[in-house]
């Protein structure tokens, strides 16, 4: 079964569950009211008969039926939601698969830097992004770890494996990964960012970890209401005792209760966070898993407490239960005779002194599985494509056959691409819109997948590790008053230092030096290309300037590859097919005629 069929059944029996639990919930509604209202009328027909033994024991039968209904309710209510869910889950899957990804709301644009060495070139980031293509994270780490995956961060060879391994392992398990990415849709705004409630987690407040007030707290609360017992019950206890201890009680919750107040007011905003988290670790926690980066991710979730992290999460849940009763009625004389808002304090800091300084470790586990299984979507949508052969090598490679651009969908054309030895430039040159742009960008964003851990679009992929560095975007910074041509030569001066010092570099060069008079540029560009061409660095470099092909002629490392166009029926064609050898076709005079320029035949 393919990947659109699976997600296409899956949309279907979740929509069905929708409307089940839909009209199951209308159900429900009309039954509690038909209760509510049977059962007190007949509550006050037999009270006004003055049949008071049946009328209490109809009382707790129809009080006992609302209740059940009331919780009946919740659950469906639940359920409901989470198909929705499922269904939107799907629905996302769908348009992934037929191209209407754009839609998406979370296009990473807040990632998006023009100065990275890459990201902005390529679309990792933004509009109609590989971000937006593949991202299902939803929390604020999630987020950041997926961007520091395709930012380039984590190159190293035994981590690539082991996410390749990972991500193979999620993408099988399709049901899974909906269910985590469900639990992770009703993250609220301070989720997105975490640093907060990290950080709340971690405070220490010694006070209420002494030994002697935890003590106080038990014994005290305990003397006071066997004491109004007592007084109550019988006369051997004067009054003045527990009004006594009353009176203690209630001027030690005066005591530091604005200090304890903010606690529980900062609690009371991170609790349905904590609740959502808590759904994450379990069904993360609950499952087994095969690939090791997993099992460490787990491991260290687990290690250091001997306790499963969803458990102590569990029980923060529970602290912050136990704290939001406080908006409760009599809750103020409760407190009073148990001191209870102490005996949170105390539980509290006991768990941030025994978990809360792990907290941020577990969410970066959640949000880095939420990563894998992002690029996870890409295996199992794409079982075709290849996972990449990457290797730690001396001299840099860089093979692929059949390669296409991932996120072009239709009319997707592939080229074979090989820096064979002793290749170091490939000169790409033809017409306007004739595809050597996004050749260039689509060696650049199969790279970056490759060394995210993920497939990419081509039957073979071979490459050693390199550092992705590409000018093809550059334009002006009026805030530093730079020029594009200054911010060109500054991104040019950069590739060509790390080149020069001896670092591995995958270079992308489009058009350079487009700001400049044509003399000075084909000089700039034939000398740049001469010397990265004596680097340890490969790449592919674009232009409109024949005169630089005769490069290949005066160095091996340095061969011509073009795009043709053909015309048919007075108009212009491509096939986006790479092709050894330089261009002999221009397109430029036609295209202005296209655009209404009209041009006389004798300046030609």
């Known amino acids: 079964m393919g990947a659109k069929e699976k997600y296409e059944r899956r949309r279907t029996r979740y929509f069905r569950l929708y409307e089940k639990y839909n009209k199951a919930i209308n159900t429900i509604s009309n039954l509690r009211l038909l209760v509510f209202i049977a059962g007190l ?37 639940k359920a409901r939601l989470y198909s929705s869910m499922f269904v939107k889950i799907n629905e996302d899957a769908i348009k992934r698969l037929n191209g209407e990804w754009d839609s998406f709301i979370d296009n990473g644009k807040d990632f998006l830097d023009q100065n990275h060495q890459y990201a902005y070139d390529l679309d990792i980031f933004g509009e109609r992004s590989l971000f937006q293509w593949i991202s299902v994270a939803n929390t604020y780490l999630g987020r950041e770890a997926l961007r520091g995956l395709l930012s380039g961060n ?51 407040n010694e006070f209420y970890k002494s030994s002697w007030l935890a003590i106080v707290v038990k014994i005290l609360p305990l003397s006071t209401i066997l004491s109004l017992t007592l007084a109550f019950v019988t006369s051997k206890v004067p009054y003045y005792v527990p009004s006594f201890l009353v009176l203690i009680q209630y001027f030690l919750l005066k005591y530091k209760n604005r200090e304890r107040h903010e606690v529980f007011k900062t609690s009371d905003k991170f609790s349905k966070d904590i609740a959502v988290y808590n759904k994450m670790l379990k069904h993360f926690e609950k499952k087994d898993f095969e690939a090791e980066l997993i099992k460490e991710i787990r491991n260290k979730m687990t290690g250091k407490t001997g306790k499963p992290a969803y458990e102590q999460v569990n029980r923060l849940s529970k602290i912050i239960d136990s704290i939001s009763n406080r908006h409760a009625p009599f809750y103020l004389i409760f407190n009073i005779l148990t001191l209870w808002d102490y005996r949170n304090m105390i539980i509290l800091e006991k768990w941030k002194e025994d978990s809360g300084r792990y907290l941020k470790e577990w969410l970066e586990g959640l949000g880095m599985i939420e990563a894998l299984s992002s690029l996870a979507i890409i295996r199992h949508d794409n079982p075709a494509w290849v996972m990449p052969e990457i290797k730690e090598k001396q001299r840099n490679e860089f093979e692929a056959s059949r390669m296409g651009h991932p996120l072009i ?19 790409i040159t033809g017409s306007n819109m004739s595809g050597k742009s996004t050749l260039l960008r689509t060696a650049g964003i199969n790279l970056v997948l490759a060394y995210a851990g993920a497939p990419v679009c081509a039957e073979v992929f071979r490459a050693s590790i390199m550092d992705i560095h590409s000018c093809m975007r550059v334009s002006d910074d009026l805030g530093k008053s730079i020029s594009s041509f200054y911010a060109e030569l500054l991104r040019i001066k950069a590739i060509l230092r790390e080149a020069k010092e001896g670092k591995k570099v995958f270079f992308l060069l489009d058009e350079i030096f487009k700001g400049t008079n044509s003399r000075d540029r084909h000089t700039g560009a034939r000398v740049l290309i001469d010397e990265l061409s004596k680097t340890n660095s490969i790449g592919m470099v674009s232009t409109h300037d024949f005169e630089l092909c005769d490069l290949e002629q005066s160095s091996p490392k340095i061969k011509n590859y073009h795009f ?12 986006y097919r790479l092709r050894k050898g330089v261009s002999t076709t221009r397109n430029a005079i036609y295209l202005m005629r296209m655009a209404g320029i009209d041009i006389d035949e004798s300046l030609i």
């Open 41 to 77: 009328a007949l509550t006050i027909f037999l009270m006004v008969i003055k049949y008071y033994i049946i009328m209490v024991a109809i009382f707790i039968v129809f009080l006992f039926a609302f209740v059940y209904l009331m919780i009946s309710h919740d659950k469906l209510f």
């Open 154 to 204: 984590r190159k190293d060879v035994v981590r690539i494996k082991m996410r390749q391994e990972a991500i193979k392992e999620l993408a099988g398990k399709l049901a899974w990964r909906q269910r985590f990415s469900a639990e992770g849709l009703v993250v609220s705004e301070n989720m997105k960012e975490p640093e907060k409630l990290i950080s709340w987690a971690n405070e220490q």
């Open 409 to 427: 969908v239709t009319n997707r054309v592939c080229n074979n691409l090989d820096f064979n030895s002793p290749t170091k430039v490939l000169l």
């Open 564 to 575: 043709e166009e053909y015309y048919k029926d007075n108009k212009i064609y491509f096939d």
